[in-house]
Structures are given as structure tokens and as C-alpha cells.
């Protein structure tokens, strides 16, 4: 067998296996859709906003808004920042921005 073919097949092979328990119900799965943006690299939203940028965020904690999928640590402060999204968006964006600046 060609080598390159070789090495494609078990790629491909390997590539639906591990894909191989998903079903019809998307729910479920782990994959980032190519079209998602996750904001604050994942960090979480509110604690962003208040300038504490090392905070993670949960998968479970989220709310999607025009296309970018925002993280929080917990579900106090996801239904807190719920609230008033687009207010808490753009604060937490200001805060974001500012933190590059001061670090240099």
C-alpha cells in the first residue's frame, strides 16, 4: 500500500472512532462548533468584568450572545450577569482591553 494512503486511511479511521459514539442528539457533544468564539479565553465573564482575569470558567455556566459563547465560574454570577447582558458584555469587553494595556 501507497504510504501516503496508509497514513490517511488510519487518520481517517482514527477520526471516526473517536467520533464513533456520537448520535442524532447534539446535546451531548464536546465539539466547538467552527463558527463559535468563546470570550475572555474561556475565563469567566463576570470576574473579567470586575478586573479579575485568572478566574476559569465552567461549560456548564454559559450564555450565548450573538454568536459568542461567555463562560462564568458559577451560577450566581451567570444569572447576575444574565441580568443585563449587553450592559455586562460591554463592561467586561472594556475590562479586557484595558488588561493588555496594563500590563506593559
Known amino acids: 500500500m501507497n504510504p501516503a494512503l496508509m497514513i490517511f ?4 479511521v482514527l477520526n471516526f472512532v ?3 459514539h456520537h448520535d ?3 446535546s451531548h457533544h464536546h465539539h466547538q462548533e467552527e463558527s463559535e468564539k468563546v ?3 474561556g475565563k469567566c465573564a ?3 468584568e470586575k478586573k479579575q482575569y485568572d478566574v476559569p470558567g465552567k461549560p456548564e455556566y454559559n450564555a450565548k450572545h450573538e454568536g459568542v459563547t461567555y ?7 451567570m444569572n ?5 447582558l ?13 488588561r493588555g494595556r496594563r500590563a506593559r
Open 9 to 12: 486511511t488510519t487518520f481517517a
Open 80 to 84: 447576575e450577569f444574565k441580568k443585563d
Open 46 to 48: 463576570y470576574s473579567v
Open 24 to 26: 442524532n442528539d447534539v
Open 18 to 20: 473517536a467520533c464513533a
Open 39 to 41: 470570550s475572555y479565553e
Open 86 to 98: 449587553a450592559k455586562h458584555i460591554q463592561a467586561a469587553n472594556r475590562s479586557w482591553a484595558d
Open 71 to 77: 463562560y462564568f465560574s458559577s451560577e450566581e454570577k
